[in-house]
């Protein structure tokens, strides 16, 4: 008998459509890539050159494109808008971000940072090779996707403000599922590690100002010392967080930052200091800001000083969708093998801005391992130099995840693996 005739698009899976050999052509491509952009960094808000290089790769592989997303973020998206019976395709996104710190770099690659007191000392860099990568595999089968992929890559992550921004111009919009990754420098390169639930804290920006009066130095009991006072604050916070607050539900205060005094020879009159607040939980969250304004008012005022507070909200706690993670698990253990895919016991008291675009989405982030042989130091560190064998790694999780989401909301059976 004649072969049967479907007019219904062929199965989708990472195997069947071939990615593994093309990726593997890809891959000096994008290591050039990652490289030429951890050597111009750019600080949160700033990334015009890493935007305009990105929006160029994607343009020139097929993707509809649009800038200015966000101030400086690209949206890209790949895919039909409807499906063969009329329907709204389904829409799935992968988030991206591309910001550096104000770090100095001190790795010593070949490959350093060009620009004076800037580093991609958080591996964004990574994450935004990693985003090219899969751009460009997706864009090989587009014919045969069944669905609608939405790019979004991110400015102004470590200012936890692009999100916001991006969000606020409708980058989320029609958006049914979202994923994304950080990397993670205590697991290997080779592997992932995922986690259902609470995966990142929510986190505060606090700013305190003492204020005391000034006076000689060398008659301080004539005077009120803001520094003094400021020492105070430090400490004291640090041991009423662990009597007045449950050990169960554990907060961090920590101050990054204390700005004071004109003269060697003089009493300061005024400390600004500026830290960040991280908590899992979202109740205890919520009342941190008025009992953190109650406990520097009591030790000021106990020293003869005053206090201002301020307080604001970074971000609130990434959640992990369970299906959505366990389905990256599941991409991971088919594509790296049962044990590259780690379940991760605790959470990070680290904060992220991706949970701001989980409002009213699922969505899920994993973290890619990037250490080598030797380790790798934390992130954050002017010495962070993640081991490059980690993106094909982020790049085939991610882009297999995707594939199996859209599979599976448009209906359209996913060949096995």
Known sequence: MPASISNSPPPLSWQTLDLDSQLQALLPELIQLRRHIHRHPELSGHEQQTAALVSGELRRWGWRVREGVGRTGVVAELGPSRLASGAAAPLVALRVDMDALPVEERTGLDYSSCIQGLMHACGHDLHTAVGLGVARLLAQVAPQLPAR????????????????WMRADGAMEGVEAIFGLHVFPSLAAGSIGVRCGSLTAAAGELEVEVLGEGGHGARPHQSTDAIWIA?????????????????????????GRIEGGKAFNVIADHVRLLGTVRCLDTEVHAQLPGWIEETVLAL?????????????????PVHNDPELTKMVAEVGVELL???????????????????QLLDGTRG?????????????????SNSFAPDEACLPVGVKVLTGSLLRWMAKASGVEEAAA
């Open 364 to 380: 899920t982030m994993f973290r890619l391992g990037v250490a080598g042989p030797g380790g790798c130091t934390p992130l954050h």
């Open 300 to 316: 000021c005022r106990g020293h003869g000083g005053e206090a201002r507070v301020h307080y604001r909200v970074i971000s609130p």
């Open 149 to 164: 992929v939405r790019l979004l890559f991110q400015p102004a992550e470590e200012t936890a403000q692009g999100a916001a």
């Open 231 to 255: 020492a105070r604050v430090v400490s004291g916070l640090q041991e009423a967080i662990s009597r007045r607050l449950d050990a169960l539900h554990p907060v961090v205060v920590s101050f």
């Open 337 to 355: 093998g049962p044990g590259q895919v780690l379940w991760l016991e605790q959470p990070s008291l680290g904060a992220e801005d991706f949970a």
